[in-house]
Nanobody, 128 residues
Framework: QVQLVESGGGSVQAGGSLRLSCATF????????LAWWRQAPGKEREGVAT????????RVADSVKDRFTISLDNAKNTLYLQMNSLKHEDTAVYYC?????????????????????WGQGTQVTVSS
């Protein structure tokens, strides 16, 4: 059984930084794509970043480009999202997700339906 457990959320002032972690359990697929998504109140869930199971092909959404970095430590079975220069509009619940059927493609940043498993989410609040 695959489980994803996020941590690292919190409250920070605009311009600050946070690092989110997602501990993964039970991932034994031959190919998989890991991702971070977020959902602000009253808005649809938005793809933030994706990365292949071997740490390759990291991609970030245009809205967070040059501020957020996705990375993977397979030795620790943990996915990370480093968030710098945070803005008020980054306030959201952040989720990690995994598609256990294939490596990441561009649509993994836009289709929630591509993912098999989701974490419970961690709240990030940025005050202006």
């Amino acid at each position: 059984q695959v489980q994803l457990v996020e941590s690292g959320g919190g409250s920070v002032q605009a311009g600050g930084s946070l690092r989110l972690s997602c501990a993964t359990f039970g991932l034994v697929a031959q190919e998989y794509c890991l991702a971070w998504w977020r959902q602000a109140p009253g808005k649809e869930r938005e793809g933030v970043a994706t990365i292949d199971m071997d740490g390759g092909d990291p991609r970030v959404a245009d809205s967070v480009k040059d501020r957020f970095t996705i990375s993977l430590d397979n030795a620790k079975n943990t996915l990370y999202l480093q968030m710098n220069s945070l803005k008020h509009e980054d306030t959201a619940v952040y989720y990690c997700a995994v598609d256990v059927s294939e490596y990441c493609y561009r649509y993994h940043l836009t289709r929630t339906s591509a993912y098999n498993y989701w974490g419970q989410g961690t709240q990030v609040t940025v005050s202006s």
